[in-house]
């Protein structure tokens, strides 16, 4: 978790582990940036939570993207309304039907155009494989995206720099995760997960589930 590089753009979309990372990266960068999408989810709702987020940590600057292709794709259920949520825990070694198909690769990459313009040197994403069966949320794929965002990075040419994945939960459960924001100062209540994107939200999906687990106690 040591400072990877004055500056980074965070992935935040709102949920406990984004908030998480925010607070971290306020705490071990200089120059910090918050960026949230906008991809058809059905729990659309994160954003506003998001935004709230971004505004309580002082960020420089908060940027919304679009991301209109996945209106196209309709294999997993946070984008496909007519798709049942699944009700309890994730699967076991196996990638859960709410995988949204390179999901995680296309946030990467669009970070890395704002890292490349903005000559920024971190990119934070709060991703854990170790009770999240996501194949977007493993080491491995950590590791390939970032080189290559390196290896297609004008500011990475031209100033000889190189730009950091920044993933420190890697290796971390969630509630390891849950019991770092709170010492430092995360406010959860300010945070949502939930699949189905309702107000309060569903307690049974996944990712409640998952969360309530994770948050139990503390």
């Not at 009700?87 to 076991?92: L, N, Q, T, V």
């Not at 190189?162 to 290796?171: D, E, H, Q, Y």
Request: net charge neutral.
């Amino acid at each position: 978790m040591e400072i990877r590089g004055r500056s980074v753009i965070v992935l935040l979309s709102g949920g406990m582990d984004s908030a998480t990372l925010l607070w971290l990266a306020k705490r071990s960068f200089e120059e910090v940036y918050a960026l949230s999408f906008d991809y058809g989810q059905r729990h659309r709702v994160e954003l506003k939570y998001a935004k709230e987020l971004a505004r309580l940590a002082g960020v420089k600057e908060h940027f919304l993207v679009e991301l209109p292709v996945y209106r196209r794709l309709s294999s997993s259920p946070l984008v496909n309304r007519e798709a049942e949520v699944p009700r309890g825990d994730y699967p076991e070694n196996e990638p859960p039907v709410t995988t949204v198909p390179m999901r995680n690769l296309n946030f990467l990459a669009i970070a890395g155009a704002f890292a490349d313009e903005l000559k920024l040197e971190a990119i934070g994403i709060g991703v854990h494989a170790l009770d999240a069966p996501y194949p977007d949320c493993r080491p491995e794929f950590v590791t390939a995206a970032e080189a290559a965002l390196n290896a297609g990075s004008a500011f990475v040419a031209k100033e000889k720099k190189r730009i950091t994945v920044w993933a420190p939960f890697l290796g971390m459960t969630k509630r390891q995760i849950a019991e770092l924001g709170k010492k430092l100062g995360v406010p959860f209540e300010k945070t949502y997960s939930c699949y189905e994107g309702t107000e309060p939200p569903c307690g049974e999906c996944p990712t409640c589930r998952q969360r309530e687990e994770a948050l139990r106690g503390l």
